[in-house]
T-cell receptor, first 114, second 114 residues
Framework: GDSVTQMEGPVTLSEEAFLTINCTYT??????LFWYVQYPGEGLQLLLK?????DKGSNKGFEATYRKETTSFHLEKGSVQVSDSAVYFC?????????????FGTGTRLTIIP | NAGVTQTPKFQVLKTGQSMTLQCAQD?????MSWYRQDPGMGLRLIHY???????DQGEVPNGYNVSRSTTEDFPLRLLSAAPSQTSVYFC?????????????FGPGTRLLVL
């Protein structure tokens, strides 16, 4: 079945550091890929997404490129801020008959130190 | 525009009790879903619905029932609560995720089963 494997956390970085959170996937069909973020005490919200190979999703300085050849969708940000501290979830939904599900990775907790 | 609302925010149950977690959305989304979030396991899909009158099971449906009589509401019922159902529950609504649809999450219900 469909699955998402995320970089184990927690990840702790200093402010202005470069961030990469790895995400790889296994899917039947042609998946859409997502990054969701969960701030403390809140529900998840969409950070960015890509719906076909080689698409780049971007938002709030974060970027991720849909790489079909490596089945990856790594999240990057050039200079993190304290306000980026949150849990990040990679997710996919594959387009095939009878599937309307969103499959999540286990999440990566990110803490940014001033 | 309230988005996705969930009630209650927090609930304590005794083993064997039943309860209903409420979820409502005002965005006219056909697709709605319920997840549970447990430490180290990410979000796991319990049940989902692609429209009024249509529901289907997710990854962990046992012990939970759902119904979808209106587009707006998607309640989750625990028939006989067990300690293993202690978790944080999130409801979401959106467009079909397989088509790249964004999901909008509620703030969550924290459930403790003693």
């Amino acid at each position: 079945g469909d699955s998402v494997t995320q970089m184990e956390g927690p990840v702790t970085l200093s402010e202005e550091a470069f961030l990469t959170i790895n995400c790889t996937y296994t899917a039947t069909g042609y998946p859409s890929l997502f990054w969701y973020v969960q701030y403390p005490g809140e529900g998840l919200q969409l950070l960015l997404k890509a719906t076909k190979a080689d698409d780049k999703g971007s938002n709030k300085g974060f970027e991720a490129t849909y790489r079909k050849e490596t089945t990856s969708f790594h999240l990057e940000k050039g200079s993190v801020q304290v306000s980026d501290s949150a849990v990040y979830f990679c997710a996919l939904s594959a387009w095939y008959f009878g599937n309307e599900k969103l499959t999540f990775g286990t999440g990566t907790r990110l803490t940014i130190i001033p | 525009n309230a988005g996705v609302t969930q009630t209650p925010k927090f609930q304590v149950l005794k083993t064997g009790q039943s309860m209903t977690l409420q979820c409502a959305q005002d965005m006219n989304h056909e697709y709605m879903s319920w997840y549970r979030q447990d430490p180290g396991m990410g979000l796991r899909l319990i049940h989902y619905s692609v429209g009024a009158g249509i529901t289907d099971q997710g990854e962990v449906p046992n012990g939970y029932n759902v119904s979808r009589s209106t587009t707006e509401d998607f309640p989750l019922r625990l028939l006989s609560a067990a300690p293993s159902q202690t978790s944080v529950y999130f409801c979401a609504s959106g467009q079909d995720p397989a088509g790249g649809g964004t999901q909008y999450f509620g703030p969550g219900t924290r459930l403790l089963v003693l």
